[in-house]
């Protein structure tokens, strides 16, 4: 990766300004991403303390009170990021780049945080737990040769598929509430029975994946704007020639 080089990324140079990686589109991501997280995490609270669950907030762990708590922290600094990091500079740039990568990573996990109530709520979090771990796991382990991948093969220019990859997130977030929505009433209204954990666990993964995939286009912007300053919304007026 340390070879590459500014001419290796100008098929999403212009992205980065007045594209889907600009801080205006970014900043709307964000936002998106943000309300998607609530209805997760929302659920997630809802099916931990509803009048019929048998968990409740004094029965939840450190552990998972902690995870709550680090939620509404993580979703107060999101929408301050959203109000406050305005203007088009470069250093607002910088921070909405790299928040995108964070706060979708975020978002791909948030959903596992609601699966992990629902089997609590069940009494099968035991059996559930360690498969939560290992889809994590795997998971985030396909995405980094993913990004390793679309790094290498940038330079012979097969990434291609990197302009349609963004699309198909943007147009893939509605599904994902779609989905989300319709697997918690599900589960909480007991529509399958004892398969209805294995069932959201299903979705649930194929959500996780699909947002990597998608993140690995924004993780290559962050890559552009923190190590080349002519990517940036105010490039150097004393830009150098691209080799």
Same mark, same amino acid.
């Not at 552990?63 to 990021?81: G, M, N, R, T």
């Not at 599904?175 to 589960?187: A, D, E, Q, R």
């Not at 649930?204 to 290559?220: D, H, K, N, Q, R």
């Given at each position: ?31 998106? *991403?943000? /309300?998607?997280?609530? #209805?997760?995490?929302?659920? $997630?609270?809802?099916?931990?303390? $509803? !009048?019929? !669950? ?8 450190? /552990? ?10 993580? *979703? ?18 910088? %921070? ?8 979708? +990573? ?5 959903? *596992? ?11 099968? +979090? ?7 771990i290992l889809i994590i796991i795997l998971g985030f382990l396909?995405?980094?040769f993913l990004v390793w991948r679309s790094f290498k093969g ?22 994902? @509430?779609?989905?989300? !929505? ?14 209805? %954990?294995? %069932?959201?666990?299903?979705? @649930? ?5 699909? #947002?990597?995939?998608? $993140? ?6 962050? +890559?552009?704007?923190?190590? *080349?300053?002519?990517?940036? %919304?105010?490039?150097? !007026? ?6």
């Amino acid at each position: 990766m340390a070879k590459l080089t500014e001419k290796d990324f100008l098929n999403i140079k212009d992205e980065m300004k007045e594209g889907r990686l600009s801080p205006a589109t970014i900043r709307g991501g964000l936002g998106v *991403f943000m /309300f998607f997280s609530l #209805l997760a995490v929302g659920i $997630a609270y809802i099916a931990a303390n $509803a !009048s019929n !669950s048998v968990i409740g907030w004094e029965n939840l762990s450190s /552990f998972w009170k902690s995870v709550f708590i680090l939620e509404a922290v993580l *979703f107060f600094i999101q929408l301050a990021i959203i109000i406050l990091i305005h203007g088009k500079n470069n250093w607002t740039h910088i %921070v909405l780049t790299i928040s995108y990568v964070f706060y979708t +990573y975020k978002m791909a996990l948030d959903p *596992f945080v609601a699966m992990s109530m629902f089997a609590k709520d069940r009494g099968v +979090y035991e059996i559930f737990a360690p498969l939560i771990i290992l889809i994590i796991i795997l998971g985030f382990l396909l995405h980094l040769f993913l990004v390793w991948r679309s790094f290498k093969g940038i330079k012979k220019e097969k990434d291609k598929a990197n302009e349609k990859r963004g699309n198909q997130l943007y147009v893939f977030i509605p599904v994902l @509430f779609l989905l989300v !929505s319709v697997t918690g009433y599900i589960i909480k209204n007991d529509l399958l029975g004892e398969n209805d %954990v294995l %069932v959201g666990m299903g979705i @649930f993964t194929f959500i996780y994946i699909a #947002l990597l995939i998608g $993140a690995i286009e924004f993780v290559m912007g962050a +890559y552009c704007v923190i190590r *080349f300053p002519s990517f940036r %919304v105010n490039p150097p !007026s004393n830009k150098k020639k691209i080799v």
